[in-house]
C-alpha cells in the first residue's frame, strides 16, 4: 500500500479498489483503508483470475474513465539481489497480468514500480558460466523484458500509450532510506512526463538549504536546492516503544552483534570470529556489507528487506542488540504510525519490506496529477508529434557504497571523520536512453 498511501497523501485521488493475493495483506488493507477517506473495494485473489471488467463494474466505471491504474508486480524474478529466473519464473508474467488490466480499462494514465533490476532483465536467463560457450540469444540479451513489455503496450488495439520509465531512489526524495527503484509512467495521450529531479542529496557534496519544506517539489525546476537525506535518527527520534514486537536475532547471532559498533559490520569482529561466524562467506568478494551490520542513526537506513535478523542482511538496531522493530520498519518506509499490520510477525514484516516507499508514492501521485492537470486543460487532444521510443532516464538512483575497510584497517561511521568513511558523490546525475538508441546525458 505504498503507492496507494502516497498518492492519497497529495489530496488528489480516492482509491476505488485493490487486488492482493495475500490473505494477511488483505486483512491490513481492509482494517487501515477506511484512513484513506473512500470506500475501497478489496478484491482478494491471484490477479491472473480477477477479471478486469468485474473490478470496473463493482466501482462504477467504464473503460477510459480511470485516472490512474497503480501497481508492483512481484519483483523477485528480476532481482539482482537473488537468482534471476526473469520470465522463466510463474512470477515475470504478472507484468503481462498488470498489462492486461491496462489493456480492459485503459487508464489515462499507469503507474508501475519495480526493483531496478528489471531494466536489465532477460526474459530468458543464460548463467554467466555458460555465456562464453555461443552468443546470448535476443531472448537472453539484457534489457528484453522491458523491449518487448514496451512493445506490446505499443500494440494494444485503440490507444497509443507512451510511457517514461525513470530509474530513481527513495533517499533522494526525503525517505530515510536508501533504495533504489524503477518507476513505469505511461499515459495515452502520447505525452512526455518527466519526474522531478533529487529534492535530497548527500550532505558531504551538495549544497543544501534546510530551511526549505520537504513537501514542496518544483517539478519543471531543473535544479532546485537540495536538503540533506533524512537519516535513520530522523525516522526513529520521537517513537517511543516500551515493548517493541521484534522478529529477533538468535542468541548466538546476539553474540556476534554485541560485539559490533554503531556503523560498523563484521570487519569489526576479530578474524577468528569473521571466520567462524560467516563461514565460506568469509572468502568471498563482496556483497558482504550487511554481514552482522549494526545501524547508526547517523546515516539512511540501508534498503529493508522482508526479513530483518538475517546474518548476511542484518539490520540491527544501532544502539540496542535486537533486530529493527515492526514499528521502527513502519517508520523508514513512512507508513502512519495508526496504521495497523495484520498476519504472523513474519507477514507483517514482509508487508511493509515489500511495500514501496511512501515517499515515492507521494512524488509520483505529485507527477501523475500535475500530468492531468495538463492534459485537461487541452481539452484531453493526444500529442501528435511522433517519438522517438520510450524513454529510459537515470535521476542518480544509485548511490555509492561508502568504504568498510581499507589499508587493513576497519572504517567505523562516527569514528574515522575522514573522506574514506564517506559515501563518494554520484558521477552520472541525469542520464537518458531510448528503448531503440541510446542519448546519453552526463552532468556533473
Known amino acids: 500500500m505504498g503507492l496507494d498511501i502516497g498518492m492519497h497523501k497529495t489530496g488528489r485521488f480516492e482509491l476505488l479498489a485493490v487486488v492482493e493475493k495475500n490473505p494477511a495483506f488483505c486483512g491490513t488493507i481492509r482494517h487501515n483503508v477506511a484512513s484513506l477517506g473512500g470506500n475501497t473495494k478489496v478484491f482478494a485473489g491471484d490477479i491472473n483470475d480477477i477479471d478486469p471488467v468485474e473490478v470496473m463494474k463493482a466501482v462504477g466505471i467504464r473503460p477510459g474513465e480511470l485516472d490512474v491504474l497503480i501497481g508492483g508486480p512481484p519483483c523477485q524474478a528480476f532481482s539482482t539481489a537473488g537468482r534471476r529466473g526473469a520470465t522463466q519464473d510463474p512470477r515475470g508474467t504478472l507484468l503481462w497480468q498488470f498489462l492486461r488490466f491496462v489493456e480492459v480499462m485503459r487508464p489515462k494514465i499507469f503507474v508501475m514500480e519495480n526493483v531496478r533490476g528489471l531494466i536489465s532483465a532477460a526474459l530468458r536467463h543464460r548463467p554467466i558460466c ?215 510477525l513474519a507477514e507483517q514484516y514482509t508487508q511493509i519490506g515489500n511495500a514501496v516507499p511512501i515517499r515515492l508514492g507521494f512524488v509520483a501521485g505529485q507527477v501523475a496529477a500535475g500530468a492531468l492537470d495538463r492534459l485537461k486543460g487541452r481539452g484531453w487532444q493526444s500529442f501528435q508529434e511522433a517519438r522517438e521510443g520510450y524513454r529510459l532516464i537515470y535521476l542518480q538512483s544509485h548511490v555509492r557504497t561508502r568504504k568498510w575497510f581499507k589499508d587493513g584497517k576497519t572504517i567505523v561511521w562516527g569514528e574515522d571523520d575522514d573522506e574514506d568513511s564517506r559515501y563518494a558523490a554520484p558521477k552520472t546525475k541525469r542520464r537518458v536512453r531510448t528503448l531503440r538508441a541510446a542519448v546519453t546525458i552526463q552532468e556533473g
Not at 167 to 185: K, W
Request: charged residues 25%; hydrophobic residues 35%; glycine residues 6%.
Open 130 to 344: 555458460e555465456r562464453k560457450l555461443r552468443p546470448l540469444e535476443p531472448d537472453e540479451e539484457p534489457g528484453s523484458v522491458v523491449q518487448m513489455f514496451a512493445r506490446d503496450l505499443q500494440a494494444l488495439e485503440g490507444a497509443s500509450y507512451h510511457m517514461d520509465a525513470f530509474e530513481v531512489n527513495s533517499v533522494n526524495y526525503g525517505a530515510p532510506q536508501i533504495r533504489e527503484r524503477v518507476l513505469f509512467i505511461g499515459n495515452r495521450y502520447n505525452a512526455q512526463i518527466d519526474f522531478p529531479q533529487p529534492t535530497h542529496g548527500n550532505p558531504m557534496d551538495s549544497k543544501f538549504c534546510r530551511e526549505t519544506t520537504q513537501h514542496v517539489l518544483l517539478l519543471d525546476d531543473p535544479s532546485p536546492v537540495l536538503q540533506p537525506w533524512r537519516t535513520l535518527g530522523d525516522a526513529l527520534s520521537d517513537l517511543n516503544e516500551d515493548r517493541p514486537t521484534v522478529l529477533d536475532f538468535s542468541e548466538r547471532k546476539k553474540a556476534f552483534l554485541a560485539l559490533i559498533p554503531p556503523g560498523s559490520n563484521w570487519r569489526s569482529l576479530p578474524t577468528g570470529l569473521q571466520q567462524e561466524s560467516m563461514g565460506n562467506a568469509w572468502f568471498a568478494k563482496g556483497g558482504r556489507s550487511g554481514w552482522w551490520r549494526r545501524l547508526t542513526m547517523e546515516l539512511p537506513c540501508p534498503t529493508l528487506v522482508t526479513l530483518p535478523n538475517h546474518a548476511s542482511t542484518s539490520l540491527c538496531h544501532p544502539t540496542e542488540t535486537r533486530a529493527l522493530s515492526v514499528r521502527e520498519y513502519a517508520r523508514v518506509q513512512e507508513f502512519p504510525d495508526t496504521w495497523i499490520f495484520k498476519g504472523t
